[in-house]
């Protein structure tokens, strides 16, 4: 497809990337004429220096003939004039970053008005995603399909465990559980396992079933965690905002320690139910005043990475049973996941998920299956994908053991009439059914596509 994005910055970027190496037709526009060098030497797209809001800059850029428009600038009023300009010159869709509490909570009108495809809050998406974290502290992962029914949760295999040395076909013998194990990750290496892989301590994997299942089998491994019932935030960004509103909802106790005096007046006023404390929280001494080691959780949201993680692996030092650091760069994604922190939570990936399921979506509309969920693990190196499907092919009917499949494809669950099946080989794929494929190495646009092609 033919995709002009608007803005160079966090979002932007990581959304370009994705979408670049699925083989899309990317143009960026951004006044910022390094930012633009950099995009252009490390990516394959198309580079436009100018003002994105400018009709002639868009006309050049060939937004009248473009199947989507997305404005990611750093400023929300700039995205909607991109996409109420782009629209008008005839873009297909248009999906617009929208960041400010106050615009976001009327975006359903603001959408309807500027013919809004979608917008986009990464901010809002990440307080939602550390609040599932904070619900069920568990696990290190959290991704929800079929609309929260089921859910895809990564955890470590601790040292001693009882998983060490088990074969997965023995799961259910030894525990009962109806869960699946569908991604390994040991060491440098990610694996889609079959029934004989055996685990060993150490190993990362992600299990998919129900939620209830799934806090079963924590609490037989002796790993459950009751959710929290108090956390402390530092840094009082607009994701602090969003979070703090997430857990106050549901009587979590907040407390913000944010070093800006103005910022920490208007969470006063915005968040009255929240603590609001006006200090340094990456300062030792006011952590421990302000009851560090008492708290339940401990989520590092400013600007610095370097912070966020300092102040981090401090609170696991601590014993905080709890811990969730906000990133922006992954690049270092191996060093990071040698750490002693909890969960890593990335804004721009998330909004990033998003737009890239948007497209999908969009891709897929005359198929078969339409995708509902998308979700990106282990530095984006598997997918797990949602399909909605809506009309017969060869993958429908036919049972499980009897469908070749590429290679590193896995059927995690399918969802039939709100039941949740974790497949087996007898089971079938039917019209109506929502699928979830875990599949490494490969980006899906159709259900179809799990399908080996017989040759002859």
């Avoid at 436009?48 to 850029?61: I, T, Y």
């Avoid at 079963?216 to 009082?236: D, T, W, Y």
């Avoid at 509902?372 to 282990?378: A, G, K, P, S």
Wanted: hydrophobic content about 45%; charged content about 25%.
């Amino acid at each position: 497809m033919h995709i002009v994005i608007v803005g160079d910055g966090k979002v932007g970027s990581t959304v370009a990337a994705q979408l670049s190496t699925e083989g899309h037709d990317i143009i960026i526009i951004d006044s910022n004429a390094t930012a633009l060098e950099n995009a252009g030497n490390t990516m394959d797209i198309i580079c436009v220096e100018g003002n994105g809001c400018s009709a002639a800059l868009q006309k050049e850029a060939g937004v009248p003939e473009a199947d989507l428009l997305i404005a990611a600038t750093s400023a929300d009023e700039v995205n909607m004039l991109c996409c109420l300009i782009g629209k008008k010159l005839g873009a297909r869709h248009t999906i617009a970053r929208v960041r400010n509490p106050e615009y976001f909570a009327q975006i359903n009108l603001l959408k309807e008005e500027l013919g809004l495809s979608m917008a986009v809050n990464p901010e809002s998406a990440a307080a939602q995603e550390i609040s599932r974290l904070l619900r069920f502290p568990s696990a290190l992962q959290i991704e929800p399909f079929a609309r929260g029914r089921v859910e895809l949760v990564g955890l470590k295999v601790p040292e001693n465990s009882v998983l060490d040395g088990m074969p997965l076909w023995a799961l259910y013998k030894e525990f009962q559980v109806k869960i699946l194990i569908c991604v390994v990750q040991r060491e440098d290496e990610v694996i889609i396992p079959s029934g004989d892989f055996v685990l060993h301590s150490g190993d990362r994997i992600h299990i998919t079933a129900e939620h209830i299942e799934i806090e079963r089998f924590f609490r037989v491994l002796g790993l459950f965690r009751n959710r929290a019932r108090s956390v402390m935030i530092i840094g009082g960004s607009r994701l602090a905002y969003y979070l703090a509103k997430e857990l106050i909802s549901i009587k979590v106790r907040v407390k913000i320690i944010e070093r800006d005096k103005a910022r920490c007046e208007y969470l006063c006023e915005m968040l009255p139910e929240a603590v609001i404390i006006h200090a340094d929280g990456t300062d030792k001494e006011v952590l421990q005043e302000e009851g560090l080691e008492k708290t339940d959780a401990l989520v590092t949201l400013t600007g610095m990475d370097e912070e966020n993680i300092i102040v981090g692996l401090y609170a696991k030092a601590m014993k905080v049973a709890k811990v969730i650091v906000k990133i922006n760069k992954l690049s270092f994604t191996e060093i990071l996941d040698k750490m002693d922190i909890d969960s890593f939570i990335s804004p721009k990936a998330i909004a990033a998920n998003n737009i890239v399921r948007y497209v999908r979506a969009m891709q897929n509309s005359v198929g078969s299956s339409n995708v509902e969920t998308l979700h990106h693990l282990i530095n984006e190196q598997v997918e797990a994908v949602e399909f909605k499907v809506r009309e017969k092919s060869g993958v429908v009917g036919v049972p499980l053991k009897n469908l070749k499949t590429k290679e590193n494809i896995l059927v995690a669950t399918i969802i039939r009439d709100g039941k949740i099946i974790i497949p087996g080989g007898n089971d079938t794929i039917e019209i109506g059914d929502n699928v979830i494929i875990v599949t490494a190495g490969r980006h899906l646009n159709d259900l179809r596509e799990i399908q080996q092609k017989l040759i002859g």
